[in-house]
T-cell receptor, first 111, second 115 residues
Framework: SQQGEEDPQALSIQEGENATMNCSYK?????LQWYRQNSGRGLVHLIL?????REKHSGRLRVTLDTSKKSSSLLITASRAADTASYFC???????????FGKGNQVVVIP | DAGVIQSPRHEVTEMGQEVTLRCKPI?????LFWYRQTMMRGLELLIY????????DSGMPEDRFSAKMPNASFSTLKIQPSEPRDSAVYFC?????????????FGPGTRLTVL
């Protein structure tokens, strides 16, 4: 079953602004991952944060994890038009190496 | 590495026809996943394999859908007979249980249209 739920569902921002999206989940996890999907393409893994980590950075991406609230946030700083995509969070609570993906969060960066 | 390879990229068929989607996972990956994505239902896990063995096929919509993984480098998803409501983008993904992380690597997808 799908566990991650992103919020907000759609976001439209100007180039250069920051974009923040949140994800909540229901059960205990070992790690949480964020993926990006450009229109017409497969999902691409962005970043993984383990349950014992609170914050992680990768380039212009910053991910936080609050296991007490069962939530995570993805921040994209200094957004670019190329960041226009859908962003999914996924948790590994399903076991057996499977992931439970959220419904996705569409981000549009206006040049 | 070429990444996950899927074929065909696009398939248009008529209702009642058999459809076979193919996937070649990344070499060395021991888990393979089939997903379906639609606007209405989002990304759905249909079935996944570990070491070529089907682990959970509870996401397969009905008996018209079947999947096989005869070896570590090839998997098929078959729909017989196809129906218009099967129209979707079908993704294959692979991952490795070694290394601690379980990031999934997705193929480009097969866009299926059933008329």
């Amino acid at each position: 079953s799908q566990q991650g739920e992103e919020d907000p569902q759609a976001l439209s921002i100007q180039e250069g602004e920051n974009a923040t999206m949140n994800c909540s989940y229901k059960t205990s996890i070992n790690n949480l991952q964020w993926y990006r999907q450009n229109s017409g393409r497969g999902l691409v893994h962005l970043i993984l944060i383990r349950s014992n980590e609170r914050e992680k950075h990768s380039g212009r991406l910053r991910v936080t994890l609050d296991t007490s609230k069962k939530s995570s946030s993805l921040l994209i700083t200094a957004s670019r038009a190329a960041d226009t995509a859908s962003y999914f969070c996924a948790t590994d609570a399903g076991g057996n190496n499977r992931l439970a993906f959220g419904k996705g969060n569409q981000v549009v960066v206006i040049p | 590495d070429a990444g996950v390879i899927q074929s065909p990229r696009h398939e248009v068929t008529e209702m009642g026809q058999e459809v076979t989607l193919r996937c070649k996972p990344i070499s060395g990956h021991n888990s393979l996943f089939w997903y379906r994505q639609t606007m209405m239902r989002g990304l759905e896990l249909l079935i996944y394999f570990n070491n070529n063995v089907p682990i959970d096929d509870s996401g397969m919509p009905e008996d018209r859908f079947s999947a096989k993984m005869p070896n570590a480098s090839f998997s098929t998803l078959k729909i017989q007979p196809s129906e218009p409501r099967d129209s979707a983008v079908y993704f294959c993904a692979s991952s490795s249980t070694s290394g601690g992380g379980n990031e999934q690597f997705f193929g480009p997808g097969t866009r299926l249209t059933v008329l």
